[in-house]
């Protein structure tokens, strides 16, 4: 078993519900264990702002799934409850992407662990410092509570807990 962080979000239809929804059928797998969903928050829309504002949360979990396989059942349930594969940044109805996997490190045309992003990323940090604050990033090898507090206050990136 190993612990993979997912973040989860979405800014199409009744966000809110879409989200659990695709947790409970994360959940449906035996093997993927949820252990902690944070709050949900709805944030400023990132990369492409003329869009309506997501709801963003993160999630802990245990799961004998490899990365890959992981992928598999996070874009199943993406497409299951409505996805069409759109503009890149663009609205989506829910969007599920793999944070990290451990410590592992991966680097392919398909599949980057951690995620590439999630240290600049306000709506990924947020939710991720609330369940997990002692998660160590690693490649940065700082603490979720650290990258957040590293984050400058630059305009564009409000996050409100819902
Ligand atoms: N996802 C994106 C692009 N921009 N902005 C917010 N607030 N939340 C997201 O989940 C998000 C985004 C691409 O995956
Ligand atoms: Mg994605
Ligand atoms: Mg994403």
Request: aromatic residues 6%; contains cysteine.
């Amino acid at each position: 078993m190993e612990q993979a962080m997912i973040g989860f979000g979405g800014n199409r239809g009744n966000s809110d519900r879409i989200c659990r929804e695709g947790l409970a059928r994360l959940e449906g797998y035996s093997r993927i264990h949820i252990l902690k969903v944070s709050s949900l928050y709805r944030t400023e829309p990132v990369g492409v702002v003329e869009q309506d504002w997501f709801i963003n949360g993160v999630v802990e979990c245990e799961t004998s799934f490899e990365p890959r396989e992981l992928l598999d059942v996070l874009h199943r349930i993406e497409d299951e409850l409505g996805r069409v594969r759109e503009i890149r940044w663009g609205p989506r109805t829910l969007d599920l992407d793999i944070l990290a996997y451990g410590r592992r490190v991966i680097s392919m045309p398909d599949i980057s662990i951690p995620h590439p992003r999630l240290h600049e990323r306000r709506f990924v940090l947020v939710p991720l410092a609330e369940i997990s604050p002692d998660w160590v990033h690693p490649i940065l090898n700082k603490s979720a509570s650290e990258l957040l507090a590293g984050l400058s206050a630059e305009p564009g990136q409000t996050v409100r807990q819902v």
